[in-house]
């Protein structure tokens, strides 16, 4: 047995760890996207003697040909995965050997200052401002955590409006907060403003439409009647079941004409600010307070890799800054931020050395092509999709997700419902593709999203031929009747 701390031990490790990935990497075209159900993984007592570094590494690759997902690869079309490009990848490697501590430049000055470089580089490419000229970009673990971050900003400028200082405080004798949003209100909003303190229920819903579209003038109409007492206004861009958008200028006009807060959810969505032809989509984005967006979806960065703004930081330093003898100040140097004192966590991986190398390596010229690629891809889909006599499509598609259903002929529209989940159940079965499910426009659909750059057309064509023999199989065995 080999250890880190004889020599070889590291050589030993890493030798098993690259081979293992090439072994996945060069299958992983071919590879079902999901891997067979197997169970919950058996486990006894914790061996009293080990086997080693590298033979630990090659029982972990034993374990992931069995029960790993292929998400990085061609067909994950669920979750808005987009897998990871090679430069990135490395990075990821060479972060983890690094081993940084990227909470502040007492810790890592290569950390802190790619953070600012990369964060910038994003808000650049999506139309948020050159540099550092209109948000300040953080790191986090992902949009769930982004969304905390602009949020908790969002909840210590609402207290300060009425004269009390949150992050000191706290929220005791404070009136409920108001939330105003479209029905595309991501759950990941919820969650944050439950852990806030908020509440999920603040959320005020400006919405009759089935497929969660913003009523526009409900919504102007909940904007003025609050008469000055400041609200925090939620705006979606690409929510999650059809890849659909609030339109964020007209709610950002409304948000100033007021006096009240925006934050905008781009999880996804935020990256169609980088192509001409899309950016209408996202106009108005740049007049946010606060954007949450994630690069482990449509920049095909490992995981984990949320984007934070916030126009004004200090309401974000105000609720998550932390003080000690032992840490460094607020600001380290002219352009240092201490990112600790801007997100939830303390202990903080290198996420800027992956982001920085995709960014590198593809520029934004290739990124440009990528995000145009995955509109194509949607397209193709949404066309092979209306030429299928038992498909539809629930609704055009926005972006790059694509909500539709079975609905063959001589089926009551009432067990639609139960055909498609038995058909969802029946692709999950096979493994070969990825799709998730939803209920959108009050139907059941599935919502396969295009942003890997892995996938090409012909994989939309398995995805079609997947859920086409399944729906065969559906009714051929009887699982759901017409």
């Known amino acids: 047995m080999s250890t880190s701390e004889e020599p070889g031990g590291y050589d030993d490790a890493l030798h098993a760890a690259v081979a293992g990935a090439k072994r996945w990497l060069a299958r992983l075209e071919d590879r079902d996207a999901l891997a067979p159900e197997r169970g919950a993984l058996e486990h006894g007592h914790?061996?009293?003697?080990?086997?080693?570094?590298?033979?630990?590494?090659?029982?972990?690759?034993?374990l992931a040909e069995d029960r790993a997902a292929a998400s990085p690869g061609p067909r994950f079309f669920h979750y808005v995965v987009g897998g990871a490009t090679p430069a990135a990848l490395g990075a990821d490697w060479v972060s983890s050997a690094l081993d940084q501590v990227a909470s502040s430049a007492s810790g890592s000055p290569l950390a802190v200052d790619l953070e600012r470089v990369t964060t910038d580089w994003v808000a650049?490419?999506?139309?948020?401002?050159?540099?550092?000229?209109?948000?300040?970009?953080?790191?986090?673990?992902?949009?769930?955590a982004a969304n905390l971050v602009g949020l908790g900003a969002a909840r210590q400028w609402w207290g300060e409006r009425h004269g009390v200082d949150v992050g000191e405080q706290g929220l005791a004798g404070l009136p409920g907060p108001t939330v105003l949003a479209s029905g595309r209100v991501h759950a990941s909003v919820e969650k944050a403003l439950a852990v806030l303190g908020l509440g999920r229920r603040c959320v005020e819903r400006c919405s009759s439409a089935n497929d969660g579209a913003l009523d526009l003038d409900a919504f102007r109409s909940a904007c003025a009647s609050l008469d000055g007492t400041p609200a925090i206004v939620v705006a979606t861009a690409g929510c999650a079941d059809a890849g659909a958008f609030d339109p964020l200028d007209a709610m950002a006009e409304a948000c100033e004409a007021h006096g009240h807060w925006l934050h905008v959810d781009g999880a996804f969505g935020l990256f169609a600010g980088a192509l001409p032809s899309e950016r209408r989509l996202v106009v108005g984005v740049e007049r946010a307070r606060s954007v949450a967006t994630d690069a482990h979806k449509w920049l095909n960065v490992p995981y984990d890799a949320g984007i934070a703004y916030v126009r004004e930081r200090s309401f974000a330093a105000k609720t998550f800054r932390q003080r000690a003898a032992y840490l460094p100040p607020a600001?380290?140097?002219?352009?240092r931020l201490v990112p600790a004192n801007l997100v939830p966590e303390s202990s903080r991986r290198a996420r800027a050395l992956p982001l920085y190398a995709a960014l590198r390596a593809w520029g934004a010229r290739g990124y440009r092509a990528h995000f145009e690629r995955c509109f194509a891809l949607a397209r193709d889909l949404a066309r092979r999709v209306e030429s299928a006599p038992d498909l539809e499509l629930v609704g055009r598609p926005e972006s790059v997700v694509v909500p539709f259903r079975c609905?063959?002929?001589?089926?009551?529209?009432?067990d639609l419902d139960a055909l498609n989940q038995a058909v969802a159940a029946q692709v999950e079965a096979e493994g070969r593709v990825a799709v998730g499910t939803t209920r959108f426009r009050s139907v059941v659909c599935f919502r396969p999203a295009f942003v890997g750059g892995r996938t090409r057309e012909q994989h939309v064509a398995e995805l079609v031929e997947a859920v086409e023999q399944a729906l065969a199989r559906a009714i051929a065995d009887g699982t759901a009747t017409g």
Do not use: C, I
């Not at 609905?407 to 009432?414: S, T």
């Open 46 to 62: 914790l061996p009293e003697e080990g086997v080693g570094d590298a033979a630990a590494l090659e029982e972990l690759w034993s």
């Open 124 to 144: 650049e490419l999506v139309g948020l401002g050159e540099g550092s000229e209109r948000f300040t970009g953080v790191l986090t673990s992902g949009a769930t």
């Open 331 to 335: 600001r380290e140097g002219a352009r």
């Open 407 to 414: 609905a063959p002929r001589g089926f009551r529209k009432r």
